[in-house]
Every structure is written in C-alpha cells, then in structure tokens.
C-alpha cells in the first residue's frame, strides 16, 4: 500500500514574496514544517506535547525541487507522507501543490533522527511504542 498523504492549506501572505512577487524560496522549508507538524497533530499530538515526553526531531537533512512559483494569493496545499521510517529516523516527503490548477510547485524531503533532550539518539518504538505504531501505520498506508 502507498503512504497516507495528509494535506493542508494555506494562503500566501504578501510577507511571504520577495520583489519579483513570487514565494521567496526559503519559505518552502517553513511550509513543510506546517505540514509535518499538522501530520503529527492528526494522530491527537503536538509536536510540543512529544517534546514534553522527551522525544524531539531534529531535521539533518532538506532537499527541494522548485517547479513553479507561488505567488501572492495563491491559495497552496502542503501534502505531505512518511517516506521512511526506521526505529531512529524519520523522513518525510512533500509536494506544495496550487490548488486553483493542481499545478506542483515544489517538492521536497526532510530527515530527521530521534533524539531526547540531550540530542542524544533514542529507539521511538521503544521510548513511545504507540507514536511508532502510529508513524508506522502511516508509512504503510494504514494497514
């Protein structure tokens, strides 16, 4: 089965775009934060209430694929999917999509390990076994 895609949309804000009125390319990566941590929020936790058991995600890679620009007003939707999923890493898969044409914008993935708050390396599906079921069900699809 295929990843479950959860998806967002946002609005771009004139602050957004740079002087050629197109989304200032940075602001991608603040996007697919939204995504990730709205994909977290659907399993009815937050990213800060995960801190709070001792689990954090440091992102130790990004890549992007800029297509087309967004520009302001465009109404986006941010998909995002578990791409990999190993006891100590995550990696997540985006594609920012212009809702108006179903035009892809960008694409991307972001890594990230599992680490307490020491930044040290820890097993989520020993530390929060139902986090990882969780993680687990949406890499596979739910099943």
Known sequence: MSPIIHAHRLRVRYGETDQMGVVYHTNYLNWFEVGRTELIRN???TYREL?????????????LSYK?????DDVVEIQTRVKELSAVRLAFAYDIIRVSDQELLVSGETM???????LKL???????PEVYAWLDAQYKGGE
């Open 51 to 63: 801190e709070e058991r001792g689990v954090l995600l440091p992102v130790t890679d990004a890549s």
């Open 43 to 45: 399993a009815g936790l």
């Open 122 to 128: 820890i097993r989520l599906s020993r530390t929060e």
């Open 112 to 118: 990230h390990v599992f680490t307490n708050a020491e």
């Open 68 to 72: 087309k620009p967004a520009r302001y």
